[in-house]
Nanobody
Framework: QVQLVESGGGLVQAGGSLRLSCTAS????????MAWFRQAPGKERELVAR???????YYADSVKGRFTISRDSAKNQVYLQMNSLKPEDTAVYSC??????????????WGQGTQVTISS
């Protein structure tokens, strides 16, 4: 079992920045795909960014150039640096991990989420 705990959410003004952190425990996730999802009220959950073991990243079009995902395998952590935040970025952000051999499209473990609110 893997437990994921997010931190770093909060309330900031549009144009500001936040850095989210997600710490995994229970098992090393150094070989896992790690990702950040978000869900705004009334909307479906969407993949924001993911990072592979080799550091290959993917970003949703809506966050490209503003968000950066990174990981520290030694610390069992994944981060999401969010810059130039917009009110439409307001959502609950959750981290998730997918274990190898990555045969499924679903993620195996999820955190509880952290609220990010951007004021205009």
């Amino acid at each position: 079992q893997v437990q994921l705990v997010e931190s770093g959410g909060g309330l900031v003004q549009a144009g500001g920045s936040l850095r989210l952190s997600c710490t995994a425990s229970g098992r090393t996730v150094s070989t896992y795909i790690m990702a950040w999802f978000r869900q705004a009220p009334g909307k479906e959950r969407e993949l924001v960014a993911r990072i592979s073991l080799g550091g290959i990243t993917y970003y949703a079009d809506s966050v490209k150039g503003r968000f950066t995902i990174s990981r520290d395998s030694a610390k069992n952590q994944v981060y999401l640096q969010m810059n130039s935040l917009k009110p439409e970025d307001t959502a609950v952000y959750s981290c998730a991990v997918k274990s190898p051999p990555f045969l499924s499209t679903s993620y195996d473990y999820w955190g509880q989420g952290t609220q990010v609110t951007i004021s205009s």
